[in-house]
Every structure is written in structure tokens, then in C-alpha cells.
């Protein structure tokens, strides 16, 4: 444990040391890693721990119904639910108390440890076990699909001009932050060369495509602003699009016609100043290698 004290605040490698503790006793559980902030070399105060419990096949459901008694055992919990909300229900997301601190923790049979979309570091495990099965095969983060991404986005640029239209503020910054998270961000880290996910980090990992994202952002909550930020929006993806797309990316010319013709209409209906955004041409490409 003297070695994680000097990679992690105090109170992160004091529960840990706990929670191992408590996590060896079950026999059923065969390994514990950590992964997150903590493999990158990031975790700080604020960071939580992402804990991955691999369990012997035979015992994954009896555990599974008894995740957040497990958990209640780490220390002293006072909030806990699953995943479902992020695609994982496998996962136990914790609130625990002296100290707080947001735990994950991933409760993942033997058999599937080795789908992964990154290394953890192994705390803990019995028989080389965890160690065997991840050597299996390799860690891979899912990549943004240029092409998914391409037959989506116009549809959503009109999707957010009609909400504009009708002046419904929350809906238009939802729809801002949809983009950022599954479009711009992910885009943008991509092109940078680092985990693109969602918009996480991206001051650090991406710097000059966060100064471009601020222009996302209205710079004030009228009709004006909320078009100005739209324009932005379309401005940093045709611009990732490019330096990311490959010769077999169809740009959909027509839906992109029909989406920026559309988005000058509403704002000429509202007054707004519109701005005239030329196709680009077709035969810019580059392809970009990750």
C-alpha cells in the first residue's frame, strides 16, 4: 500500500486499503484493478476510483444480487446505484462517506474481463487469474464512426434550428450539449490522438479545439446568440470532418444543403443575422491515421 500512497491522495489510498482488505476475504471475488484517472497517471482530490471486481463464473450471480451489501462492507456508504443510465449494468456507482468519495465499482465475471476499453492496473488477485485472462486479448476503446456520425449530423443541425425557432431555451442547450458529447468532443480528442470520450478533459488534450468549442456556447440567451452558437457548431464539425475524413467517407451534400438553408430561414425569420456557408469541395481529403 506504500507504493499507492504515492500515487493517490490519502484518503483514496486509505479506503482502498480497506476495501482490499474486505475484497480478499471473498472467495468468490478473484481479482481487483483499478483503471480511470488513476492508470493515465491523473487522479487528484477530485477523482473517483473506477474498480474493477472480477468474479469466479460459478458465483457472478449470487454476487450480483449482493453488490451493494459488498459495498456496504467497503466503508461507509450512504448512496449506491447501477449503471443502466450509461449502458453498464454491471456497474455500482457509490457514494461513500469518512471520506467522500465516488467509488465504481464494475462487478465483471472471469470469463469477460478481457473485453476491456482499457488496461487497468491490478491491485490485488488470486493465482495470476485476472493477470492470464487480460493477457488474452487487447484493450479497445470504441472509436467515433465518421461515416454514423456524417448521416446524423444535418438531421440534428435542423433538429436544433426548429428549437430555436420556437425560442425553448433548455431544449436548445440540450441540444448544444448533445453535439459536444457525441459529435465536436469525441471528434476532437480523436483528432488529438487521445480516448475520445465525450468532451472529458478536452482543455488539456485538445486545447485549440476547446478554444473553438467556447463559440458553442451563446454568448447570450436570445435568438442571435442561440444561431451564433449553431453556426459554430456546423464551423468546428465541417472543420473536423476534414482533417479526419478518409476517401470512403459520402458527405451527405443534400441533407447538408437542406440543414444550413433552413438554419438561415429561421434566422432571417427572427431576425437574426444569418451567415451564407459555402459546400465545401469535394475533393479535399486527408486521411487521418489513429
Known amino acids: 500500500m506504500e507504493e499507492l500512497r504515492a500515487l493517490m491522495p490519502g484518503e ?20 481487483v484493478a483499478i483503471g480511470g484517472s488513476f492508470v493515465t497517471g491523473k487522479l487528484d482530490a477530485y477523482s473517483d476510483l473506477d474498480l474493477v471486481l472480477a468474479i469466479e463464473h460459478a458465483y457472478v450471480e449470487a454476487v450480483m444480487r449482493e453488490r451493494k451489501q459488498i459495498a456496504a462492507r467497503l466503508g461507509s456508504l450512504v448512496a449506491a446505484f447501477t449503471g443502466e443510465h450509461v ?15 465516488h ?18 492496473a491490478i491491485l490485488w488477485e488470486r493465482q495470476e487469474k485476472l493477470s492470464a485472462m487480460l493477457r488474452t486479448q487487447e484493450a479497445a476503446f470504441p472509436m467515433p464512426d465518421l461515416q454514423w456520425i456524417e448521416e446524423r449530423f444535418w438531421p440534428w443541425v435542423h433538429y436544433t434550428t426548429t428549437k430555436i425557432g420556437r ?19 469525441p471528434l476532437a480528442l480523436m483528432e488529438a490522438g487521445a480516448q475520445p ?16 468549442l467556447w463559440k458553442t456556447l451563446p454568448a447570450s440567451y436570445n435568438s442571435q446568440g442561440y444561431i451564433d452558437s449553431l453556426y459554430a457548431v456546423v464551423d468546428l464539425y465541417r472543420s473536423l470532418r476534414e482533417a479526419l475524413r478518409t476517401e470512403d467517407l459520402k458527405v451527405q451534400r443534400e441533407a447538408e444543403r437542406v440543414a444550413l438553408q433552413y438554419l438561415a430561414d429561421v434566422a432571417g425569420r427572427l431576425k437574426a443575422a444569418p451567415r451564407s ?6 475533393n479535399r481529403c486527408r486521411k487521418y491515421e489513429i
Open 87 to 101: 449502458g453498464e449494468p454491471r456497474l455500482l456507482i457509490c457514494l461513500y462517506d469518512a471520506p467522500v468519495l
Open 12 to 31: 483514496h489510498a486509505s479506503f482502498l486499503e480497506q476495501a482490499l482488505q474486505v475484497l480478499r476475504a471473498d472467495e468468490r471475488i478473484v481479482g
Open 167 to 185: 425560442g425553448e431555451t433548455f431544449e436548445i442547450m440540450d441540444c448544444f450539449a448533445f453535439l459536444r458529447g457525441r459529435v465536436l468532443g
Open 197 to 212: 470520450a465525450g468532451v472529458r478533459k478536452i482543455e488539456t488534450r485538445a486545447p485549440a479545439r476547446a478554444q473553438e
Open 103 to 120: 467509488v465504481d465499482l464494475k462487478f465483471v465475471s472471469l470469463n469477460d474481463v478481457a473485453e476491456r476499453v482499457e488496461d487497468p
Open 277 to 282: 456557408l459555402k459546400l465545401q469541395p469535394r
